[in-house]
């Protein structure tokens, strides 16, 4: 097995990776969102679990093997480079006035809870602890139902008759089947996904195992691959609606994005990757 043979996989499966989120993904994704008439906080939900598959794919399959330490430091690199991606999109963007709305600092105010948290959780040595899951999933379901309330609460614009004709224009004749196969479209890309990942996961761990790479190397590593869907969400979101003269929309649209996959990587998608590595011990 060669070094820079594995290097070379890592190179192109990475590059894949940019391509299909660039070119696939999020086109996909709006599109589904204008037949649905979609809100752009639901836009940015989506787009949150849609960019979460590359960790889901890595931290599974490092803890499989048996590399806990590896996917730990994936979450916590992935969730710091979504950070710094969305705040140089907003700056790149000139949104910087928007993330004074109460609504957005209560969200990024989440966001930073989930880089403080793994960084207690490797003070205090519990990265391979599965007693952790059930704090994990209560404070998903927290940070969703703080998330969905607050933006109610402070940003909703729509009138009662804007709802109305918004459920009533969902489903026009011939919007069906453009949903549908948008949907279609949407699991094949995240499958996709799932496989090139899995692919850079079994290189990630040749890198390991035969040639002596460290974990953390191996899990910053990751969590700068598996963040590049997001950078390239949090762009396509605000220029979309930059051209509208809504930049309002593509940022709330962007802090979804961002809120949504780091509370999944932390709490749900590292839930997994205890689980998993804890049935591989027994």
Known sequence: MNLLFEFFKFIFFTLLIVLISKYLLVTVLRKLAESLNLKPKTVGNIAGIATSVPELLTVSFSAFSGLISASTYNIIS???????????????????????????????????????????????????????????????????????????????????????????????????????KNTLYLIVIAITLYIIGNLLSDTLENLCIYFHVAQWFIGILLGIITSIPELITFLESQKHYNKQDNAEDGVIEATNNLLTSNILNLFIIQSIGLILFKLVQS
């Not at 999933?137 to 109610?152: T, V």
């Open 78 to 180: 992935s969730n710091i480079i979504n950070v710094i991606q969305y705040l140089l999109t907003i700056f790149l963007n000139k949104n910087q006035k928007i993330l004074y709305k109460k609504a957005i600092k209560i969200d990024l105010v989440m966001v930073l809870f989930t880089i403080l948290i793994p960084i207690l959780i490797f003070a205090f040595k519990m990265d391979s602890s599965a007693e952790i899951v059930p704090a994990f999933i209560l404070l998903f379901l927290l940070c969703y139902f703080i998330n969905n309330h607050s933006h109610k609460l402070y940003l909703n614009k729509q009138t009662d008759s804007e709802k109305q004709i918004q459920e009533e224009s969902k489903w026009v004749k011939g919007k069906r089947n453009v949903i549908i």
